[in-house]
């Protein structure tokens, strides 16, 4: 149990569907990430919240949609998807620091959850 | 191009035998961090080395930071079959300030009982 709950762990859907992967973390944490992990490829990352702001898109299509409605939940809306995203979805958290300058992050250990399994017929 | 590399990228020894891992980086950093993935599994955090750091232990595990080589290394003693995963190192380069890490390929380990 890492703290980090996702859900669902497998999704198949059409090009056309809409969907939403949800994250939920118990530990209190103030930063929250997805990440997409593709066959053969290093772990990319997509988005960062820190303390629920979107603080890194980093350049991700706009058929990905975040949403961090409070520190312990993030949603990856998905819509009009391409063969090429099916991967591993992964959610993080870590408690990370706040300066006056921007946050301080990545200075602490992120705690991922186990994935979301995303298929695209 | 790619921030951490793992080398090798895949890796098979014996129980009890101690397996080496180790990661290049291009770029200065803040920190460099070693994660397991079990198969199916997300990553589990192993240990984070600073990069005024040049070791740092944790049970079995010991990680090495050489700033001037920009390289690091997993030294996992007495491997166990439990040990089997896929490892990886991530980067927090210094012009970082949202936590942005950069990941490596892996390297695949099999620890045979």
């Known amino acids: 149990e890492t703290g980090v709950t996702q859900t669902p762990r497998h999704l198949v859907m059409g090009m056309t569907n809409k969907k939403s992967l949800k994250c939920e973390q118990h530990?209190?944490?103030?930063?929250m990430y997805w990440y997409k992990q593709s066959a053969k490829k290093p772990l990319e990352l997509m988005f960062v919240?820190?303390?629920?702001?979107?603080?890194e898109n980093n350049s991700v299509p706009s058929r990905f949609s975040p949403e961090c409605p409070n520190s312990s939940h993030l949603f990856l809306h998905l819509h009009t998807l391409q063969p090429e995203d099916s991967a591993l979805y992964l959610c993080?958290?870590?408690?990370?620091?706040?300066?006056?300058?921007?946050?301080?992050?990545?200075?602490?250990?992120?705690?991922f959850g186990d994935g979301t399994r995303l298929s695209i017929l | 191009s790619q921030q951490g590399e793992e080398d090798p990228q895949a890796l098979s020894i014996q129980e009890g035998e101690n397996a080496t891992m180790n990661c290049s980086y291009k770029t200065s950093i803040n920190n460099l961090q070693w994660y397991r993935q079990n198969s199916g599994r997300g990553l589990v955090h192993l240990i984070l080395?600073?990069?005024?750091?040049r070791e740092k232990h944790s049970g079995r595990l010991r990680v090495t930071l050489d700033t001037s080589k920009k390289s690091s290394s997993l030294l996992i003693t007495a491997s166990r079959a439990a040990d089997t995963a896929s490892y990886f190192c991530?980067?927090?380069?210094?012009?970082?300030?949202?936590?942005?890490?950069?990941f490596g390929q892996g390297t695949t380990l099999q620890v045979k009982p």
């Open positions: 530990l209190g944490h103030n930063a």
């Open positions: 080395i600073r990069s005024n750091e």
């Open positions: 991530a980067t927090l380069t210094r012009s970082s300030n949202t936590g942005k890490l950069i």
């Open positions: 993080a958290s870590s408690q990370d620091h706040h300066s006056g300058t921007g946050t301080s992050g990545g200075n602490q250990p992120q705690h």
């Open positions: 919240y820190n303390f629920k702001e979107q603080t």
